[in-house]
């Protein structure tokens, strides 16, 4: 009898798991197609910068005619100045402890972010000494800055903003679709004109949110850059947003992808 009580007990978990599966699954494609009918793929390519193919970037930002990239994975985290008019690498430094993540710039300096080890490191902008580090709970993945807060991701659906006086959170929102379903995998951030641009993990595609509200307003299928590093088999999920304010142009590249797109969106 006991045997039996057992059997039907495995047999209803085994259904009770299938079930909360399914719903689940159901609601991240739920979440996932909410703005794909109204993405847009209408951009114009401006320049292609070559990087080196195995620059698996995690972060990117423009400023005075240079991007600064932040490249991860253990033992190879580096932090990079490239010069856009030469179209070479004019610094580096390496980060041998972290697996390095999301840059921003602020007050002349950079934040940096690191996957799990719960450090932010921050560095002389023009220099890239360091001068400090700070500690954060969770994990993570990119960061960029309003002016006055910085504005970090962690994987999920949650920005936090943080105080670059000392890396504490002020306040968090939560990035949803029109829908109420949330948006999750939040990864590389840039602040353009009083919006958060967010790369969303796995897709190739980027979110336009409402730091007010959280809402998503606009969502770019990227998808077509593909046919540009179609050739790399090592070209991984797109990764990389910054924003030229002089030229109104954008930077778009990815993990190991070999090169930064300068972009302009026709819309």
């Known amino acids: 009898m006991k045997n039996i009580l057992l059997l039907l007990s495995c047999v209803l978990l085994f259904f ?17 197609n909410t703005m794909l009918s109204k ?73 940096q972010l690191t996957w799990q080890d719960e450090k932010c490191l921050v560095y002389d902008a023009k220099t890239l000494k360091k001068i400090t580090q700070y500690d954060y709970e969770g994990e993570g993945w990119g960061i960029c800055t309003d002016g006055k807060s910085l504005i970090m991701s962690d994987g999920s659906e949650v920005l936090k903003y943080m105080n670059p006086a000392n890396f504490l959170e002020t306040k968090r929102i939560k990035a949803k679709y029109p829908n109420g379903f949330p948006v999750y995998n939040l990864n590389e951030l840039e602040y353009i004109d009083g919006k958060i641009w967010a790369n969303v993990w796995t897709f190739d595609k980027i979110v336009v949110i409402d730091p007010n509200s959280g809402m998503v307003e606009k969502e770019y299928d990227m998808r077509l850059l593909r046919d540009h590093v179609a050739g790399n088999q090592y070209a991984e999920v797109l990764n990389g947003i910054a924003y030229n304010t002089e030229s109104k142009t954008y930077y778009i590249t990815g993990k190991n992808w070999g090169k930064i797109f300068e972009v302009q969106f026709n819309n």
């Open 16 to 32: 009770s798991c299938s079930n909360k599966q399914n719903m689940a699954s159901e609601k991240h494609e739920n979440s996932e």
């Open 39 to 111: 993405a847009t793929e209408v951009f114009e390519i401006i320049n292609i910068y070559d990087v080196e193919v195995d620059s698996f970037i995690q972060g990117l930002y423009y400023k005075d005619k240079q991007l600064y990239i932040s490249t991860g994975l253990d033992n190879h985290s580096t932090l990079r100045i490239f010069d856009l008019a030469t179209k070479s690498e004019v610094k580096r430094i390496k980060i041998n402890n972290y697996f390095c993540e999301g840059i921003a710039e602020i007050g002349g300096k950079i934040f």
